[in-house]
């Protein structure tokens, strides 16, 4: 039997998680989710995570990798663009372990659905740089290279034309703007367009719950890499952050080794 470990996705609205089985990638259970609650400060998502966690009924010894929307640096959070900014400086890990009792591996959320899909999904047998774009309330890039992710990109506060380009390309822009898949998706295109200008990708994923309806909007752009729907769909940062703990897991071990 393969090696499950838990992945919990934080987000500005839903908190969700499942385990994953590491053989195939797959979820094992649907996802169990609690709505973020708001404001979303650490101790009430500390709380909410806990929840989500202990459902799972995980052993002292499983795997479990966290997601954040936003910059996290050794387990702190930097950025907090949509989430409440008392988060800046706060040791994610500590809150969690506070809370839940449990000691977990923490990340970005766009980091963690690049790591996903390099690991089971759309970047599998991409040798180059694929740059992971995930569209919803904000706009979050992972760009991982010969296999190695390139943590905390965050390439969806480009300027583009003066703007913050998760201003009006990000899923949430649609909606605010009214915009129609046609008009979005130039906007989207555009912000692509600069990415591809700066940064030349191989492959390009696009990620996020929008990614499940890709025939409405991949076809409109026109860029030399290949664009690409997630394979693992809104699942990415699950399934990433799973796996990346349990990489972890496998690194600790090594670097006790070292120090023994
Ligand atoms: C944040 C990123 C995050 C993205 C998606 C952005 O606003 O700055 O860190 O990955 O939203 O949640």
């Known amino acids: 039997m393969s090696k499950i470990a838990i992945g919990i996705d934080i987000g500005g609205s839903g908190i969700k998680g499942a385990p994953v089985d590491l053989g195939s990638g797959k979820l094992t259970a649907d ?60 040791n994610l890990r500590d809150v969690i372990r506070e809370h839940s009792g449990f000691d977990v591996h923490v990340m970005n959320d766009a980091d963690a659905a690049g790591f996903g899909e390099y690991a089971y999904g759309a970047a599998r047998t991409e040798d180059g740089l694929v740059l992971m774009v995930t569209l919803g309330t904000g706009i979050g890039t992972a760009l991982i290279s010969d296999g190695r992710l390139v943590p905390n990109s965050e390439l969806g506060h480009l300027l583009v034309d003066g703007v913050d380009a998760e201003e009006y390309a990000a899923e949430s822009a649609r909606d605010r703007h009214g915009l129609g898949w046609k008009e979005w998706a130039s906007h989207v295109g555009r912000f692509l367009g600069e990415m591809e200008r700066l940064l030349w990708p191989d492959l390009i994923i696009i990620g996020g719950g929008v990614s499940k309806e890709y025939e409405q909007f991949l076809p409109f752009f026109d860029l030399r890499a290949p664009v690409v729907p997630a394979a693992l769909f809104n699942n990415a940062g699950i399934v990433g952050a799973a796996a990346a703990a349990v990489e972890e897991q496998r690194r600790a071990v090594k670097r006790a080794a070292r120090h023994s």
């Not at 709380?47 to 640096?73: H, R």
């Open 31 to 90: 996802r169990y989710r609690l709505a973020t609650p708001q404001p979303a400060t650490p101790d009430a998502v500390g709380e909410t995570a806990a929840k989500v966690i202990t459902f799972w009924s995980p052993k002292s010894d499983t795997a479990i990798g966290v997601t954040f929307p936003g910059v996290v640096q050794k387990g702190v959070v930097r950025t907090a663009a949509n989430v409440d900014p008392a988060w800046i400086g706060t």
